[in-house]
Nanobody, 126 residues
């Protein structure tokens, strides 16, 4: 049974940093591309960052470039999202996603064939 459990969300002020973590179990972690999506109230779920199986290929949404860093540890079955210089517009529920196909995440986004975590709330106050 695939499980993705996010942690690290919370309430911070603009300019602060947060590190989200996702612990994966129930499948061969190293065989899956991983990603972070987010969904703000009243908005569509959007792709924030993605990383391929080996960690050698990364994708960032324009809103995340220069501020967020995605990383993975295949030995520990974890994927992280380091978020710096947070802005109020980063407020959202952040979801950890696992997919066998890195391209599917990039091109089909929220409609990709993937496993989803339950999400963790990030709130950035101004």
């Amino acid at each position: 049974q695939v499980q993705l459990v996010e942690s690290g969300g919370g309430l911070v002020q603009a300019g602060d940093s947060l590190r989200l973590s996702c612990a994966a179990s129930g499948y061969t972690f190293s065989m899956y591309a991983m990603a972070w999506f987010r969904q703000a109230p009243g908005k569509e779920r959007e792709l924030v960052a993605a990383i391929n199986r080996s960690g050698g290929t990364l994708y960032y949404a324009d809103s995340a470039k220069g501020r967020f860093t995605i990383s993975r540890d295949n030995a520990k079955n974890t994927v992280n999202l380091q978020m710096n210089s947070l802005k109020p517009e980063d407020t959202a529920v952040y979801y950890c996603v696992a997919s066998l196909d890195y391209s599917d995440i990039l091109y089909r986004r929220k409609d990709a064939n993937a496993y989803w975590g339950q999400g963790t709330q990030v709130t950035v106050s101004s």
